[in-house]
């Protein structure tokens, strides 16, 4: 019995031309947020002296963490300025921040949803897996379609990657508190919402952190990712390496990128650890 | 008029608990109910009503239903089938807003983990309740501070709950559940998670606050001296079914069956049972009267004393048969070989206070009321007929 192969990849397609002609102003007004955010960042970034930024972010390291902190952050930011990478990292960082800026502000909505809905938590849960189990390769290929090369399709697919832990955490972090909390909430009248502010997320935010942090981790693992389809920043620098055979330069771009993840993580720990004092 | 009344409440959990009720209806045992149908009778066809300013204790093991019930009556579990009346008004059918404005003005309640919120202050949390009610900032400071001076914690309003004793945080507990002055307090097992001794401090707080505020409370616990303690009324679960509602008393001196009989057995009665409930008739006479008179009554009531009073009732001594006929033989009055010296106690005082009272004296304990008046005397054969249980033997009393 010959049983015919399921055309899934003429679906895709169809339905991907299908989106392209329909939702154009949709994918238009995305590509000018994302884009103006993107852009904006890097050059609020790349605006002042590199020195100037390296001892702000080293205060901002000691004030969350400890003197420690600041002293790492103060060096790793000084060799990566020496290694004349600090435009391309403040352009990943510019990438990696807006990732992150849109996953919350999505992500943590969808959380709550998924908290309060069983129905909304079951439907989306497995969308999650999917998004974190296809290659992000697949998902750049129509991010170019819709969004043209460069940094915006670059960042949708960090978003698309980075995002999930975020809902996760937030859906968890509330449904974590205590159950006698929240029937005290009610016994007192609360409405859903107060219950929500006054609660069930003061309680949920380190958890909520957590996933910020993974976040945050996730889509700098996709820079060099994003600069196949023309993302500026390290990546390039990464990918052009590997392109090149280039060991020595792809070593000093792969340092500024763990440099900055070592940062960012540690940051994001510190404002976890003070979220938790209570 | 009963302030809650609660007219075969029941709850059943599982999946189609309509139907189940409808068994209970018709007289199946939960047993029964869980085994054909594999559903739960939580509370099984309650009826009980409150008094205003009662407290109103409901008593069981645990798994007899008893915190499902508590919570029914604020809806925070929803009833299955049955009637709950708040001033005659039907809590059940009330929407999702008027609900959520009875559980705000009119009942508080406490928990038994006390259910603090972690990241709010003492006073945040007292204040909780006003807070959502939208009372404005000032307002509810000054009524969450004087809850807690209530409770005497003021001093502590800025401490995290964490940093608190366990006592301390039931207080906070208990302060949360009376800040908004409810006509109501719900109180879910509010002392079983503290030590014996400052569980029976907080019982003594909470009687004497009760006895300021007049609230109606709705006690839930699991032991049987707390009821007793507390309670102005007691209603004994078990199996998810109220098998009796009565006073510390009826339950002590009358239970419904041997269940009731079983729980009750072990009680220590001289903690529970008082003065008033031992005490008899006190034979009297007045002062003006002679030794004479004195003998003459005693033969006629076959007693071997009088207790001496004025026109008020008020007690002045006791004459005994032997010294009224020592007055007579030598021409003196009665207020000449009066005894003076004779062991009081209030209605109030407990049987296991009275022992002490009795061992150091050959008289019986006279009984004196608020107003100074001779109510009644304890002899030593009440008290031990009390401790029994044998409640004919203490009849012939006058509970005054």
Known sequence: MN?????????????????????????????????????GLESFLTLFPSLVLIVL?????????????????FIGLLIIDNLNLWNQTMQTLALVLTAAIFSIVIGIPIGILCARSEIAQRIITPILDFMQTMPAFVYLLPAITFFNLGVVPGVISSIIFAIPPTIRL??????QVPEDLVEAANAFGSTPSQKLFKLQLPLATPTIMAGINQ???????????????GAQGVGEYVYRAVTQGKTGAGFEAGLAVVILAIILDRLTQGVIRKSKVR | MAIIEAKKLTKIFGPDPKRAAALLDKGWSKDKILKETRMTVGVNQASFSIEEGQIFVIMGLSGSGKSTLVRLLNRLIEPTAGQVLFNGQDVLSMSTEQLRQFRRKNIGMVFQKFALFPHRTVIQNVEYGLEVQGVDKKKRREMAMNSLKLVGLDGWENSYPEQ????MQQRVGLARGLANDPDILLMDEAFSALDPLIRKDMQDELLELQSKMKKTIVFITHDLDEALRIGDQIALMKDGSIVQIGSPEEILMQPANKYVERFVEDVDLSKVLTASHVMMKAETITLEKGPRVALQFMRDRGVSSLYVVDKGMHMIGVITAEDASDALKKGLKLEEV?????????PDTL????????????????????DNRLKGVVIKGAVLAGLAGNSSLMEGGDPA
């Open chain 1, 3 to 39: 049983i015919p192969k399921i055309p899934l990849s003429k679906w895709i397609d169809s339905l991907e031309a299908w989106l392209e002609t329909n939702l154009d102003p949709l994918f238009k007004a995305i590509r000018l947020i994302i884009g103006e955010t993107v852009d």
């Open chain 1, 57 to 73: 972010f080293s205060a901002l390291a000691w004030y969350i963490g400890k003197w420690k902190m600041g002293l790492f952050t």
């Open chain 1, 170 to 175: 937030t859906n968890l972090g509330i449904r």
């Open chain 1, 215 to 229: 976040t945050i981790m996730l889509s700098l693992s996709m820079v060099v990712i994003a600069s196949m389809i």
């Open chain 2, 164 to 167: 608190l004793s366990g006592g």
């Open chain 2, 338 to 346: 009066l005894i003076k010296e004779v062991p009081t106690a209030s």
């Open chain 2, 351 to 370: 049987l296991n206070e009275l022992f002490e009272l009795m061992s150091n004296s050959r008289l019986p304990v006279s009984v004196i009321g608020e």
